[in-house]
T-cell receptor
Framework: DAGVIQSPRHEVTEMGQEVTLRCKPISGHDYLFWYRQTMMRGLELLIYFNNNVPIDDSGMPEDRFSAKMPNASFSTLKIQPSEPRDSAVYFC?????????????FGPGTRLTVL | AQKITQTQPGMFVQEKEAVTLDCTYDTSDQSYGLFWYKQPSSGEMIFLIYQGSYDEQNATEGRYSLNFQKARKSANLVISASQLGDSAMYFCAMREASGGSYIPTFGRGTSLIVHP
């Protein structure tokens, strides 16, 4: 079975540009999570969805960040406008039913560099 | 207070030896899950092993085992017969049942270097 798929794997952009990160969760998984990883802050949860509905977006840094999940097999994380401090690795993860012993499976990540 | 604490920022081990990576957690829930992930230099997060709070037996998965000590609130990862490919960052995580949200919390990670 295919794992979580993310694209692009690397993104280099200039400050002020719009960036869109994409994720395809594992088929049959009802939960989708977006994380950001930096050296300073470690792994931070940005937002998560259950059955395509955003449940908790309290981790989204500010209004420049938005996330959508139009269907069960696709989600986007958009940054507009991007800033150098947004440079990080962004992970998408999915899990089956979100319960205590439910394992999250991560995508390969998108390494974003904002110049 | 941190929910997951990994006190060892870096660990070194000789190839073929066993190594223990520490993880302590903080929760008042009775029902929770503990997970370990590996992140090699290539960057992906790879799920290794999990333990449920009600499991009486320590979880094992190949060369990985989880030394679960509930009273001490520790969930250490033991890697037996280390291999060069085990060099990576290792993250401990916990999912709690309280609040119905089951959001996992991750530790800051331990860097493991395996020497030949």
């Amino acid at each position: 079975d295919a794992g979580v798929i993310q694209s692009p794997r690397h993104e280099v952009t200039e400050m002020g540009q719009e960036v869109t990160l994409r994720c395809k969760p594992i088929s049959g998984h009802d939960y989708l999570f977006w994380y950001r990883q930096t050296m300073m802050r470690g792994l931070e949860l940005l937002i998560y969805f259950n059955n395509n509905v955003p449940i908790d977006d309290s981790g989204m840094p500010e209004d420049r960040f938005s996330a959508k999940m139009p269907n069960a097999s696709f989600s986007t994380l958009k940054i507009q406008p991007s800033e150098p401090r947004d440079s990080a690795v962004y992970f998408c993860a999915s899990s089956f039913d979100g319960r205590v012993l439910d394992t999250q499976y991560f995508g390969p990540g998108t390494r974003l560099t904002v110049l | 207070a941190q929910k997951i604490t990994q006190t060892q920022p870096g660990m070194f081990v000789q190839e073929k030896e066993a190594v223990t990576l520490d993880c302590t957690y903080d929760t008042s829930d009775q029902s929770y899950g503990l997970f370990w992930y590996k992140q090699p230099s290539s960057g992906e997060m790879i799920f290794l092993i999990y333990q449920g709070s009600y499991d009486e037996q320590n979880a094992t998965e190949g060369r990985y085992s989880l030394n679960f000590q509930k009273a001490r609130k520790s969930a250490n990862l033991v890697i037996s017969a280390s291999q060069l490919g085990d060099s990576a960052m290792y993250f401990c995580a916990m999912r709690e049942a309280s609040g119905g949200s089951y959001i996992p919390t991750f530790g800051r990670g331990t860097s493991l270097i395996v020497h030949p």
